[in-house]
T-cell receptor, first 114, second 113 residues
Framework: AQSVTQLDSQVPVFEEAPVELRCNYS??????LFWYVQYPNQGLQLLLK??????LVKGINGFEAEFNKSQTSFHLRKPSVHISDTAEYFC????????????FGDGTTLTVKP | DTAVSQTPKYLVTQMGNDKSIKCEQN?????MYWYKQDSKKFLKIMFS???????INETVPNRFSPKSPDKAHLNLHINSLELGDSAVYFC????????????FGPGTRLTVL
């Protein structure tokens, strides 16, 4: 069994400030880790992913995330946010063993204020 | 070209009706998914279909049934629609051998009256 916990349901932040969206996971097997973004009235799109190798992964739009195996975390960061980053962010894990087995967190609403 | 497409984009129907939502992917992926997103934006996986193996989320009522005529299509059929079925339904696809990044369709907003 696997689960994903996004620790903040809403994160308000001012433009040009740094932001961190937190994600913890649990799984009985090894997993791939993902962050997706959903802009209003759209489908989800991939921000970044961790499959293996370097624990710091860089994604689109200036986002990065760090995989911490000991803390089973995969927190998303951006050093300076823009108004256009306002969206819903989802952390997800995918089971390495069973194809098609994915679990998403409940999402974090990032609101960037001017 | 649209990678993952869904039809229709909006679906308004009466309780008790039967409806279908179609999904097609042109990425050559081997796994397809259906998700339900409720009004609070919670995203729940309903089904995944990989090389003709169906993985069902046990919480999905059996009024929902996926149908896959081929690897590029995974349709969702819903019988006896209920008010609680109102949501946005997303189709997605991924490739087992390249890390399982999922590509999502634009969604179908289902409203049951």
């Amino acid at each position: 069994a696997q689960s994903v916990t996004q620790l903040d349901s809403q994160v308000p932040v001012f433009e040009e400030a740094p932001v961190e969206l937190r994600c913890n996971y649990s799984s009985s097997v090894s997993v791939y880790l993902f962050w997706y973004v959903q802009y209003p009235n759209q489908g989800l799109q991939l921000l970044l992913k961790y499959l293996s190798g370097s624990t710091l992964v860089k994604g689109i739009n200036g986002f990065e995330a760090e995989f911490n195996k000991s803390q089973t975390s995969f927190h998303l960061r951006k050093p300076s946010v823009h108004i256009s980053d306002t969206a819903e962010y989802f952390c997800a894990v995918s089971d390495l063993v069973y194809a098609g087995k994915s679990t998403f967190g409940d999402g974090t609403t990032l609101t960037v204020k001017p | 070209d649209t990678a993952v497409s869904q039809t229709p984009k909006y679906l308004v129907t009466q309780m008790g009706n039967d409806k279908s939502i179609k999904c097609e992917q042109n990425l050559g992926h081997d796994t397809m998914y259906w998700y339900k997103q409720d009004s609070k934006k919670f995203l729940k996986i309903m089904f995944s279909y990989n090389n003709k193996e169906l993985i069902i989320n046990e919480t999905v009522p059996n009024r929902f049934s996926p149908k896959s005529p081929d690897k590029a299509h995974l349709n969702l059929h819903i019988n006896s629609l209920e008010l609680g079925d109102s949501a946005v339904y997303f189709c997605a696809s991924s490739q087992e051998s390249t890390g399982r990044e999922q590509f999502f369709g634009p969604g179908t907003r289902l409203t049951v009256l």
